[in-house]
């Protein structure tokens, strides 16, 4: 990928890439995005209420999550982002422990899945899943809670793979995803490799 701009600012159109830092305006909208950026549910959550501000107020969320159980996202999305009136977790921590459906008091519903880390095939299946379910719904916001903690599991060529069809399933119902690395924990190589796969790549320290 050509054109590394320097952070809080937007390179040329011709890359693709977005840099800014925390709390800046978006210059421009994307669909599937990923955010370079420390770990820290803090962190994400400013992130998701920023994705999907000027997006749709409460969207249907799919999640990926390696490192929170999925009944704290839900509750951390309810508290700190808004009321999504259904809320998927595919849940790849690997403990193989998933609450049951439930339904909120203000009517939205939360389901969760799980799968195990390595077994790519079968995320791949819970998130065709999720889709289906989500499409009945509208207003789709996509979030992998961390790439880097993929790449714990598989190599770089599997986690392209599996990245590109999530990528490719937000492009298809026309909705918004953001995905997160912590750029220290990986080589040049492999950053720049996965950037290339999102529509713009945010910057934030």
């Known amino acids: 990928m050509s054109g590394r701009g320097r952070a809080g600012h937007a390179t040329g ?12 305006p978006r210059t421009r909208t994307s669909k599937a995005e990923l ?25 249907t969320v799919v999640e990926f999550t390696y490192d929170t159980d999925p009944v704290t996202l839900h509750e951390r999305w309810r508290a700190e982002v808004g009321s999504p009136p259904c809320h998927m977790v595919v849940d790849a921590s690997g403990t193989g422990e998933v609450p049951g459906p439930g339904v909120a008091a203000d009517g939205g519903s939360f389901a969760a899945e799980t799968a195990h880390p390595h077994d790519l095939t079968g ?6 899943d999720a889709l289906g ?10 979030a992998f ?11 770089l060529r599997e986690a392209y793979r599996f990245l590109h069809t999530l990528v490719t399933g937000v492009h298809r119902t026309g909705a918004r995803g953001q995905f997160y690395l912590d750029p220290r924990a990986h080589d040049d190589r492999t950053v720049s490799t996965l950037q290339g796969l999102f529509d713009a790549v945010r910057c934030v320290d």
């Open 133 to 142: 379910e989500a499409r009945t719904h509208g207003g789709l916001f996509v």
């Open 145 to 155: 809670d961390s790439v880097t903690a993929l790449l714990q599991y598989v190599d």
């Open 35 to 59: 955010a370079l950026t420390p770990p820290g549910a803090e962190r994400r959550t400013t992130l998701k209420r920023q994705a999907v501000t000027g997006y749709v107020e409460h969207p």
């Open 123 to 128: 995320l791949c299946m819970k998130w065709q």
């Open 13 to 24: 159109e011709g890359d693709g890439v977005e840099r800014q830092d925390a709390g800046e």
